[in-house]
C-alpha cells in the first residue's frame, strides 16, 4: 500500500477519534481507513491506536508518530503548492527601496519591462540613499550599493549583481577653457562636482585605478547638489567635472555633449546588492521577481550568498 496514504488515514483517524469520521474526512470507508493503519503497524512492529467497543486511543508511539506524519505531510503539501505556485500567474504588489541614481537609470527600465510583462503586477519604488531596514519599514526587496554586511544573516538572503560603474565627464567647452587633463592627479586644477548625501558626508576625494594601482585624488567642489540630475545639468552648463554612473553619462557621451575622461583608467565601481528575506515559502510574484532581477542585472560571475 502507499506509505504517504497510510500516513494520512492515521493522522485523520488520530484527529476524529474514529475509523469512520476519518473515512468521511477522505472519502473512503472506514475498512481502507483500518486497512491504512494496519498496514502501518506491520510495517513498524508496533501498535499506534488501541481500540475498544466505546472508544479509540493513541499509544504513546502512535502520540508521537502521528506528530511526525504530520510534520511530514504538511511539507509535501507546501513543495506541492510551491509547485504549482511556479506556473501560477503572479499578481499583487511589490515593495521596493533603492538608491536614486540606481533605481532612477538601471532598475526602472527593468521594472516597467517586468509590469508589462505581467499586467496583474504592481510596483511601489522608493528611491534614497538612506540605509533602510528592509523588515522593519515592511519592504519585500532592497537594491543597495557598495559592500554590505547583513545584520541578520539567517533571516536576509543577499545576491550580487552588476556593479554600478563610474565614469568621470567634462563638456568640450569647459575642456576647452580650462584644458584637457590626462591623469587623475590633475583633477586639482579643476571645478569637480561633488555629491551630497543624505545619511553621509559628501565625497571628498575621487578614486581611479590603472595596471593594479589607485590613485585617490582630493577634489575641490564649488558646488555639491544631492541629485545625479542637478549634478549632470551644471556639467552640461559648462562649469564642471562629474564623477557620475556610466548609465546616466553615455548618451550624452555619444551625442558629443559630454567627453569621458581619463578612459585609459578604471573609475569607482560600486557593488550591487539584491537583498530579500529568507522565507522557504516565497509567493510567485516575489520569487519570479528576484528570478528576473538575477538573470536581467546579475553579475556575469558567481553571486554571493
Keep these: 500500500m502507499d506509505k504517504l496514504k497510510s500516513m494520512a488515514a492515521f493522522v485523520a483517524a488520530a484527529e476524529s477519534d474514529s475509523f469512520s469520521a476519518a473515512a468521511v474526512t477522505l472519502g473512503v470507508t472506514p475498512q481502507l481507513i483500518a486497512k491504512h493503519v494496519s498496514n502501518l503497524e506491520s510495517q513498524l512492529g508496533l501498535k499506534l491506536i488501541t481500540r475498544t467497543t466505546r472508544r479509540q486511543s493513541l499509544t504513546a508511539v502512535g502520540t508521537e508518530y502521528y506528530s511526525r506524519c504530520k510534520a511530514i505531510l504538511s511539507d509535501i503539501d ?105 591623469h587623475p592627479q590633475q583633477l586639482v586644477d579643476h571645478d569637480c562636482l561633488g555629491y551630497l548625501f543624505s545619511d553621509r558626508m559628501t565625497d571628498k576625494t575621487w578614486q581611479f585605478t590603472k595596471d593594479k594601482k589607485t590613485f585617490s585624488v582630493p577634489i575641490v567642489s564649488r558646488l555639491k547638489v544631492n541629485n545625479t540630475i542637478a549634478k549632470l545639468n551644471a556639467a552640461l552648463s559648462d562649469f564642471g567635472i562629474t564623477l557620475c554612473v556610466e548609465d546616466v553619462l553615455m548618451p550624452y557621451v555619444q551625442r558629443g555633449e559630454l567627453v569621458v575622461l581619463f578612459d585609459d583608467f578604471e573609475g569607482p565601481s560600486y557593488p550591487v546588492n539584491l537583498i530579500y528575506s529568507a522565507d522557504r515559502r516565497p509567493s510567485a510574484k516575489l520569487r519570479l521577481f528576484i528570478d528576473e532581477v538575477i538573470q536581467t542585472l546579475g553579475a556575469p560571475t558567481s553571486f554571493g550568498s
Excluded at 521596493?96 to 510583462?117: D, E, M
Excluded at 519599514?137 to 554590505?148: A, D, Q
Design 78 to 182: 507546501a513543495a506541492d503548492a510551491l509547485a504549482l505556485a511556479a506556473t501560477s500567474t503572479p499578481r499583487g504588489k511589490i515593495r521596493i527601496s533603492a538608491p536614486y541614481n540606481y533605481g532612477s537609470h538601471r532598475l526602472i527600465p527593468f521594472l516597467t519591462q517586468y509590469l508589462t510583462r505581467y499586467p496583474e503586477t504592481e510596483i511601489e519604488l522608493e528611491l534614497t540613499d538612506r540605509f533602510v531596514n528592509i523588515v522593519e519599514e515592511g519592504f519585500e526587496v532592497v537594491f543597495r550599493l557598495g559592500k554590505t554586511q547583513l545584520a541578520d544573516s539567517a533571516a536576509l538572503v543577499q545576491r550580487g549583481l552588476k556593479s554600478f560603474r563610474m565614469l568621470a565627464c567634462a563638456s568640450p567647452a569647459y575642456l576647452s577653457r580650462r584644458g584637457f587633463p590626462t
